[in-house]
DNA sequence: CGGGTACTTGACAATGGTCAAGTGTGGTGG
DNA sequence: CCACCACACTTGACCATTGTCAAGTACCCG
């Protein structure tokens, strides 16, 4: 039974890519290491300014970074995938968590104690590198999130939004709420409603609830680009 | 002649973070990868878009890192100073620069393409680590700059732009022009100018040119958390 | 079926961007 | 050493985008 358990858990710890393409005596250490933890939706994973004893890795479910300002407004400073990590940044920078973290849905994650990794990254050159591949493109997406805020405005975030989540389909299914998207985008819940029905009525999209059918890909491009 | 140039390379290759705590022999392999370059004041080092072979230390002077959009409002992403790299992130992110980077003054840094980088990198666990560390903290700063574009006005912005620089004196000169202070803040020329004499007027500066004195720490530290 | 939450829509206000016209100010050349 | 030009910055008037507050509607879950 605990024999089980640990092959779930190693099967578990493989699907994360900070440690893909370790052998088994390395999945065994990071295994030893790894704190298993389970988030029920909204839960609260950890608070902005908090100490920052480690970080994660979640496996299962989904997970957002945000700050909140204090009139409350929120801004998500991104979603988190299985197999991504989450607060990497603590390892190495500064003592406290410099944003917020919650359960968007049921998660599970596992927890790694910064002392204990530190030690552990630094013999094995492969997490390390791994590392660094996240790292980058999560700067590359940072660098994204903030164009869009200082260069556009939120048709053409949202546009952006949209093309994204639709580079093979011509549509999709809202996986947040709509208050989240705006959250997600750097607006608030009407703003987003109005803008929605504005790409609708020019003919750029359908919306039917949570459901996008994009119409004319080339208009949402020029939106991205800053036309009007 | 040759001898002393080696040498003062190798001083100034073990002044870039990346690169400190190397032994000799790892600087040598480092300084066999590096190309040396120069730009003058105002000089574009890559632009956005364009193919990214490798990347930069700054060893001397100053580079800014910027987005800009169609109509050419430009949006600072962050200023390097010596002994930090830039464009890192094209390491092992995408093929291309997300962003562009231009010599704010006369400037020098190295180069290292990165098939070649990356070899280096596996073997020297020392330089993953530092990269880690490095990446950690732009990944914070970067988390700041959504942050206060997202939650902040601009006279917020600017309170916390001061505040970082006069965290040991009480006052300080701009070392960028203020219209460059506008596109690092998120806001243009205009703009700037007005907070700047808004904040004079409530007492809390004294501005004259380039310099600018803090009368009213509080005051600033309550707009940078969202009073008014 | 009921109740609450999420979303939409409307009217309004405000922050901040744009355009245009000054006002320095520093550096260069006469 | 002064005059002048270019450029950075300031100030004013205006307007657009977006946020706020309020009310109404739809939709989902129990």
Redesign the interface.
């Known amino acids: 039974m605990a024999e089980t358990d640990k092959r779930a858990r190693l099967a578990e710890i493989q699907g994360i890519v900070l440690f893909s393409g370790l052998d088994e005596n390395e999945l065994e250490e990071v295994h030893d290491l790894a704190i298993r933890k389970t988030f029920r939706k909204g839960q609260v994973i950890f608070s902005q300014g908090e100490a920052a004893e480690g970080f994660y890795s979640l496996i299962k479910g989904r997970v957002k970074i945000f700050?909140?300002?204090?009139?409350g407004?929120e801004?998500i400073?991104q979603f988190v995938s299985p197999g991504y990590p989450f607060a990497?940044?603590?390892?190495?920078?500064?003592k406290t968590y410099?944003?917020g973290a919650q359960a968007v849905e049921d998660s599970a994650a596992y927890f790694f104690e910064s002392d204990g990794f530190r030690k552990l990254?630094?013999?094995r050159?492969t997490i390390?590198?791994n590392?660094?591949?996240t790292?980058?493109?999560?700067?590359?997406r940072?660098?994204?999130?903030?164009?869009d805020?200082?260069?556009?405005e939120v048709s053409g975030r949202l546009a952006g939004y949209i093309l994204e989540k639709t580079l093979d389909s011509s549509n999709f299914d809202l996986d947040i709420s709509k208050s989240q998207l705006a959250a997600r985008i750097?607006t608030v819940g009407e703003t987003l409603s109005r803008t929605l029905t504005k790409l609708a009525e020019k003919g750029f999209i359908k919306v039917r609830g949570r459901h996008i059918e994009v119409l004319n890909r080339g208009g949402l491009e020029e939106l991205l680009?800053?036309?009007e």
Chains 1, 2 share one sequence.
Request: net charge positive; proline share 4%.
């Open positions: 700050k909140v300002n204090l009139e407004k801004q400073l990497e940044a603590a390892l190495f920078a500064g410099p944003a990254i630094i013999n050159p390390a590198i590392m660094i591949v790292q980058a493109g999560y700067l590359r940072h660098a994204r999130t903030i164009e805020l200082a260069l556009r750097g680009l800053g036309a």
